[in-house]
């Protein structure tokens, strides 16, 4: 009998991961090779290794969820991941792409309620996955509203080389320079460092994206960017340890959503680099959520208390209302050229029922959902009405 991952692989892959539990690298060293080989069942294998677990300080829930974020349907020959909030991609989010399992057409998350994923019927999506490549003609109407949602929806990058590139900041130094520094200890540093490159990873697969679309845009998407991160910079993160790990747990967990939409696109070099930047931005908003939980640990209830007190003031409110408004037009159009899949209400209603999930594992409370969609309106009507007075002064 072989376990189907190769246990040095694991090692060498989870390293270099954003949500490396380091302890884990020296569990799966430890464990003698015929061990590991006893069994082909995730779970087995997990109860087999418990005392090696408990040798190195490190869970067995935490082995688990990182075997399956690296190893499972779609990324690796384990079986769909059955941790959802740590691993895995909905099933409706690959029918069409992946020879999974026809349509489960619901995503269950923590037995609160089942989110349904059938694909909303007010429009005709007059695309299929995987359609367009980046040189193919396509209909005028389809490349404007590809190009939008590029603008809309990137990753920020860098479109400047060499000398070009003079006085030029990636848009992450200020919050990557505090990272680094405000680590408390070796492992959150490393997963820090191994967060970036990955961030930077993605820069560079957003680019090559863009640039093939269109010469011309990752120069205007990142001009447009930096207007707009501005703006939202000033209303962001607060300097603390716990409020950067709450960050990566919303904001990057943002992004798998995002991705999500994305996994089947109708245009094929998006789907492709999607499935890839799903998985790491798991990864990313797992980090946050190793972070949040040792800080929680270290600073009782002081820290527990801070910590619910921005999940309610700032990070629900936000990332509630950054999914858009339920009647958006652009939402329609994006789902009729098959560029979403799903309603902005059923995304947050998705992403809704997962952080209840989260939060209840970390014994935090999650808001109420329209109450936190509201207020997270109001924030970005205020930031908004910002930005057009920095414009007016600076015309
Ligand atoms: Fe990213
Ligand atoms: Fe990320």
Same mark, same amino acid.
């Given at each position: 009998m072989v376990f189907p991952i190769d246990k040095r692989l694991a090692e060498v892959l989870w390293i270099?991961? $954003? =949500? *490396?539990?380091p302890q884990l690298c020296d569990t799966v060293r430890d464990v003698p090779l015929e061990t590991w080989n006893s069994t082909e069942d995730l779970y087995e294998l997990a109860d087999i290794i418990e005392p090696y677990l408990e040798k190195h300080n490190a869970l067995k829930w935490d082995f688990i969820w990182t075997m399956e974020r690296h190893f499972s349907e779609p990324y690796g020959? @384990?079986? !769909?991941? !059955?941790q959802t909030f740590m691993a895995g991609i909905p099933d409706e989010f690959l029918q069409d792409v992946?020879? @999974? $399992?026809?349509?489960?057409g619901t995503y269950e998350v923590g037995g609160v309620s089942d989110v349904s994923f059938k694909r909303p019927d007010d429009i005709e999506v007059t695309a299929r996955p995987y359609?367009?490549?980046?040189g193919d003609d396509m209909p005028e109407e389809y490349r404007a509203w590809l190009s939008k949602l590029f603008f809309k929806h990137g990753e920020c990058m860098m479109p400047y080389f060499g000398?070009?590139? !003079?006085?030029h900041k990636s848009m992450f130094s200020a919050i990557d320079a505090f990272s680094l520094e405000a680590a408390p200890d070796a492992e959150s540093r490393l997963r820090q460092q191994n967060f970036s490159a990955e961030e930077y990873k993605h820069t560079f697969q957003f680019y090559k994206l863009y640039q093939e679309f269109d010469p011309e845009i990752p120069v205007q998407i990142y001009e447009r960017e930096r207007e707009t991160f501005r703006a939202y910079e000033q209303t962001a993160m607060e300097k603390t340890w716990m409020d950067r790990g709450l960050y990566n747990m919303f904001a990057d967990r943002f992004g798998v959503y995002q991705g999500f939409q994305w *996994?089947? &696109? &109708?245009?094929a070099p998006l789907a492709r680099v999607s499935l890839l930047v799903c998985k790491d931005e798991r990864g990313h908003g797992n980090m946050g959520y190793l972070h949040v939980r040792d800080s929680l640990a270290h600073e009782g209830e002081e820290g527990r208390k801070y910590a619910q007190q921005r999940i309610e003031e700032y990070w629900y409110p936000q990332f509630m209302a950054s999914?858009? &408004?339920? =009647?958006s037009r652009n939402s329609k159009m994006w789902r009729k050229w098959g560029l !979403?899949? @799903?309603s902005n209400r059923q995304m947050r209603d998705a992403f809704h029922l997962e952080m209840v999930r989260v939060n209840e594992s970390l014994g935090l409370d999650t808001p109420d959902k329209d109450e936190a969609l509201a207020r997270g309106l109001e924030m970005a009507e205020a930031v908004k009405a910002r930005m057009a007075g920095v414009q007016a002064k600076s015309a």
């Open positions: 270099t991961a $954003p =949500d *490396v539990v020959p @384990l079986p !769909k991941a !059955k992946g020879g @999974l $399992p026809e349509n489960a359609q367009y490549e980046a000398e070009a590139a !003079k006085g *996994v089947q &696109s &109708s245009y999914f858009g &408004s339920d =009647d !979403k899949e @799903l």
